[in-house]
């Protein structure tokens, strides 16, 4: 409401409910109702969805009765129309004990209602606590240490564990956690005791102890503390978050093409949002800047009253995505791929009894019982995403972000999911789908549609959508939106009563950033996510779940058993009983061809398959290094086993022909097979690094018919290399080249078979050259891993790379 100069202005009003309190502002409406977008929610069966409106009127405030079932009560009378200020009591459903309101003027709050503490200070860092869920009141107030001169140092110790003062039971907090300590100053600091998912100070984390003032949040797990007039002030997050989004700006191109296109909208607790648009609309974009994974150039986000790019370092666990595509491993079961997921999100320290409890809870809470020995690859797609959410939900987050959960399904399926998604919202949890479905909107609290260019061109109910617009189906509306480009959709919105009413939210008053700094520098936004475990726990998991994964691929295994049994009996049957000048070549040409192609095809898809997921929990705090040696580990032992095997079949029994019957140091068998061995492991982090190059799993197989062609031409069995400039240069990044070069030392190549093709340096029958060979394949195979871990980081969230 505006007011003309010269009227009147309705007084600035402080209500108090059981909820909390709110500071009603002359300048808005405040409805109230059970609707959890309603500024006064009540969760009571008596109040209606809609149930009354507070508005100022001249030099008053007045309520009105929206029509509600049980009716708006002042003084033990229903009322229709009522006149509140200072000292007003209201209640709202029943006149003797429906939920109570009573107002104050600011500085002099109302009487709590029975029950309640009086309400104390805030955390200083937080936005208008009275409009968040945690922020409102604190859970318990707690007494701090002693402190002062004289006073021996004392400290609160804070954790998991039974033992602590003060016991977390939060299965993302660790045992031993953090320390608060009093001073000889009579000051106070927190310590973090080498926690692993952190401690936290006004949002960033604390590497051994900082200093706290008055007001400062201490984060830790899904909890906050505040020091407060000596009292340590403890709040919980319990999932019911509100989420403010305040003028988002995305450009690209230097400015010159808008993504998001100032973007603002509340998002109450409990809600579940649907965001829906044409293509290039910027939906994805705006997933990206609310979960902070590619946070907007400008612009706030503020969640549950915090910002959450300037607290970034210690909310995004606090935030559950799930993309597209499936982020489990489909080989597995559900409960062991929740349980390996579970290994690398929570503590170290978490008992695996700990562990397994949750998992079952989250399948219980996902319909999944009846199916969680079952492979994931054996779901429907409904039961799939359910999984996928599931894996989400094992850390507890407040805010969930799916991105097009019912792609591909019928339309059963897609509103299985969509009703899925209701349930976790009811069941205390702020819901946002990206969607292209429009069958189950109706389900949702609110809908956004974005228009092109990244515009808001509606937010509300979704059952007044498609009257506002003026069309009568969804495909009529997404037609205007391609056909009618002159049309401007954001500011009829914005003219509209719907803008007023819904998109223009009472929680916060803070403007957005104006002073042209992207909100992506916040410094929250640079530091890494904090890893659960240690580096070498991950990476034990990491084995432990690819092993699995693997040993549950059929395809995977007969392929790896096959390959090495053929490859080697091709190489027996060139070779015969004796390696001679007219089979030598040929037969060690096989061993190559076979080691190329038994390393490379183990390795060429295993990572673009797998992207999706690597790009999730790298987000949350897995190791890329980590992540990167469990594939070499697992990969590197299966290549070297398949190199053996390969090796002993073509050539056990078989006569080499060796100078004196020896090879340079080792007997000929082992001398080959090592070479062999390096070459299929060297052609498996060749394989790794075309699995990061690429795009697309379908373009892997060509890509490995290339790179076999590759090796056979430049390992100097077919072609001279020796001399000829550029290519000989060329052959010395290919690992065939090296290998057929060691193997050849093995034989004396040169001298069992003569000629300008083997009157090659590097088939020299000398230990030195043996070792170059063998050198070299190492070389090549550090070279591959180092570009692979560079590749790796560019297909990580924008964040991850700061």
């Not at 003797?96 to 104050?104: C, D, E, Q, S, Y």
């Not at 319990?238 to 296109?261: C, F, M, N, W, Y």
């Not at 792609?407 to 209701?422: C, F, I, K």
């Not at 140091?665 to 080959?672: S, V």
């Amino acid at each position: 409401m505006v007011q003309r100069h010269g009227v009147p202005t309705a007084p600035e009003l402080v209500m108090e409910t059981d909820r909390g309190s709110t500071v009603m502002s002359p300048g808005r409406t405040y409805h109230v109702g059970r609707d959890p977008q309603c500024e006064i929610c009540f969760d009571d069966a008596r109040v209606s969805w809609h149930h009354a409106v507070l508005r100022p009127d001249g030099d008053h405030w007045t309520v009105e009765d929206e029509g509600s079932t049980n009716g708006t009560w002042a003084e033990g009378h229903r009322v229709r129309a009522w006149s509140v200020g200072p000292g007003s009591e209201l209640r709202f459903g029943h006149s003797l004990n429906g939920p109570r309101a009573v107002f104050a003027a600011p500085g002099r709050p109302p009487p709590a209602p029975p029950g309640r503490p009086a309400a104390s200070p805030r955390p200083s860092s937080v936005t208008n606590p009275a409009f968040t869920g945690t922020f409102r009141r604190p859970t318990s107030v707690r007494a701090l240490p002693a402190r002062g001169a004289g006073v021996p140092r004392t400290a609160l110790a804070i954790g998991r564990d039974p033992d602590n003062d003060l016991v977390l039971d939060d299965l993302v907090v660790s045992r031993r956690h953090a320390e608060l300590r009093s001073l000889p100053d009579g000051g106070y600091e927190i310590a973090d005791l080498g926690s692993h998912n952190g401690t936290y100070l006004n949002g960033y984390p604390v590497d051994r102890a900082a200093r706290l003032t008055e007001g400062d949040i201490v984060g830790i797990g899904h909890r906050a503390f505040c020091l407060v007039s000596g009292q340590l002030q403890e709040y919980v997050d319990t999932g019911e978050v509100s989420l403010e989004v305040q003028d988002l700006t995305v450009a690209v191109d230097h400015g010159r093409k808008v993504l998001l296109d100032h973007v603002s909208f509340p998002v109450g607790a409990k809600c579940l949002l649907a965001v829906v648009g044409p293509s290039g609309a910027g939906k994805s974009t705006l997933l990206g800047a609310l979960t902070g994974l590619r946070p907007a150039d400008h612009g706030t986000v503020l969640y549950d009253g915090r910002d959450l790019y300037r607290d970034y370092a210690e909310l995004r666990s606090r935030i559950g995505l799930v993309p597209q595509d499936d982020i489990l491993h489909a080989q597995l079961t559900v409960r062991r791929a929740l349980g390996y997921a579970a290994e690398l999100r929570f503590p170290q320290d978490t008992a695996k009894a700990e562990r397994e409890a949750r998992v079952a809870e989250v399948i219980r809470e996902l319909g999944l019982d009846q199916r969680a020995d079952q492979p994931i690859h054996s779901l429907s797609g409904g039961q799939r995403k359910r999984v996928s959410v599931a894996l989400e939900l094992l850390t507890k987050p407040s805010l969930l972000f799916l991105d097009e959960p019912t792609s591909g399904l019928d339309p059963g399926m897609d509103r299985s999911v969509m009703h899925m998604l209701r349930g976790l919202a009811d069941d205390g949890r702020t819901v946002i789908v990206v969607t292209h479905s429009v069958l189950s909107l109706d389900v949702c609290d609110r809908l956004l549609v974005l228009a092109p260019g990244g515009r808001i061109a509606y937010y509300g109910p979704p059952d007044k959508t498609l009257d506002f617009f003026g069309y009568d189906q969804w495909p009529e509306a997404f037609e205007a939106f391609e056909n009618d480009q002159g049309r401007d959709w954001a500011g009829e919105y914005r003219a509209s009563p719907y803008q007023r009413r819904y998109a223009t939210s009472a929680a916060s008053p803070v403007r957005a950033r104006t002073d042209g700094a992207p909100s992506a520098s916040a410094a929250g936004l640079r530091v890494p996510p904090p890893k659960p475990q240690s580096w070498g726990a991950q990476l034990g998991t990491l084995i432990r779940r690819y092993a699995a994964a693997l040993g549950a691929d059929r395809t995977f295994l007969a392929i790896m058993v096959a390959l090495p049994f053929v490859m080697g009996a091709m190489a027996r049957a060139l070779a015969g009983s004796e390696l001679t000048p007219e089979t030598a070549i040929n037969a060690l040409l096989i061993l190559n061809v076979g080691g190329v192609l038994t390393g490379a095809a183990n390795a060429v898809r295993e990572l673009v398959k797998e992207r999706v997921i690597y790009q999730r929990e790298r987000a949350v705090g897995l190791s890329r290094s980590a992540y990167l040696m469990s594939k070499v580990v697992v990969l590197g032992a299966i290549t070297v086993a398949q190199a053996v095997v390969l090796t002993l079949v073509g050539l056990f029994g078989v006569k080499h022909n060796a100078p004196g019957g020896k090879g340079v140091l080792l007997p000929p068998l082992i001398e080959i097979t090592l070479a062999v061995a390096l070459l299929s492991f060297t052609a498996m982090m060749l394989g790794l690094l075309v699995s990061a190059l690429v795009k697309k799993e379908e373009v892997t197989m060509p890509l490995l018919v290339l790179l076999a062609i590759v090796q056979v031409v430049f390992c100097g069995a077919l072609l001279q290399l020796n001399g000829v400039p550029v290519i000989e240069q060329l052959a010395w990044f290919v690992p065939s080249r090296w290998a057929l070069g060691a193997m050849a030392a093995t034989i004396d190549l040169g001298a069992l078979v003569p000629g300008k093709l083997t009157d090659d340096p590097l088939f020299a029958h000398s230990a030195r050259i043996w070792l170059l060979d063998l050198g070299m394949l190492v070389a090549l195979s550090l070279l591959f891993g180092l570009l692979v871990s560079r590749l790796l980081r560019r297909h990580e969230p924008a964040i991850m790379r700061k």
